[in-house]
């Protein structure tokens, strides 16, 4: 199994500015993933976060928006950037531990609410 | 359609009561993920399965890999399990890629 911790665990934004959220695991990780999940919505998948290089984006999900670095095997950020009312969800950190092992463990997620 | 559909949506029960949650899919899939999610928005893995039945404590999740279809349950049933419950399963066969269903909002009355 793993432990992840994300920081901040919400926070209160105003619009046009970003804000850069952590995700900490306690031990190495093959892949990282940040998902959003928007009120009412299930979860929706950002990007994979790979350790390294540049981050792999899903449809609809750009780098300048969502900027992502991940420098080692336990640690990765993601950037909401220049914040709308329409980027206020809660964020979450996955990982999954091994190669061959598809289950994947989340994070506690950051609420983000941008008024 | 989606991918992932779950049943019901919302569930109330009182303290003590067995409860059922479906989770139907359209893809083929390697593994099937059920997840708890509480209100403050943390999720937990509760299960990972690819065939058959598993079971922790209170919970048992099983899956007819044939049907397309898995269940959780969840015995005698406590307020401390009101939460979302989540079924989750890969993009494609093999994939990390994950897909969710809406999840179901469960609420235990004491």
């Known amino acids: 199994s793993a432990v992840i911790s994300q920081k901040p665990s919400r926070d209160i934004c105003q619009r046009g500015t970003s804000l850069t959220i952590q995700c900490q695991v306690d031990?190495?990780?093959?892949?990282m993933f940040w998902y959003r999940q928007q009120p009412g919505q299930s979860l929706t998948l950002i990007a994979t976060?790979?350790?390294?290089?540049?981050?792999?984006?899903e449809s609809g999900f750009v780098i300048d928006k969502f900027p992502i670095s991940r420098p080692n095997l336990t640690f990765s950020t993601l950037t909401v950037s220049n914040m709308s009312p329409e980027d206020s969800s809660i964020y979450l950190c996955s990982v999954q531990t091994g190669a061959l092992n598809n289950e994947q463990f989340f994070g506690p997620g950051t609420r983000l609410t941008v008024l | 359609k989606n991918e992932v559909e779950q049943s019901p949506q919302n569930l109330t029960a009182q303290e003590g009561e067995f409860i059922t949650i479906n989770c139907s899919y359209s893809?083929?899939?390697?593994?099937l993920h059920w997840l708890q999610q509480h209100p403050g928005g943390g999720i937990v893995s509760l299960f990972m399965?690819?065939?058959g039945k598993k079971k922790h404590g209170r919970l048992i999740a099983t899956i007819n890999i044939q049907e397309k279809h898995s269940s959780l349950h969840i015995t005698a049933s406590h307020p401390r399990d009101s939460a979302v419950y989540i079924c989750a399963v890969p993009l494609i066969q093999g994939a990390q890629k994950l897909v969710f269903g809406q999840g179901t909002r469960l609420t235990i009355n004491p």
């Open positions: 893809v083929g899939i390697s593994a």
């Open positions: 976060a790979n350790q390294g290089s540049e981050a792999t984006y």
């Open positions: 031990s190495q990780v093959t892949m």
């Open positions: 399965l690819s065939s």
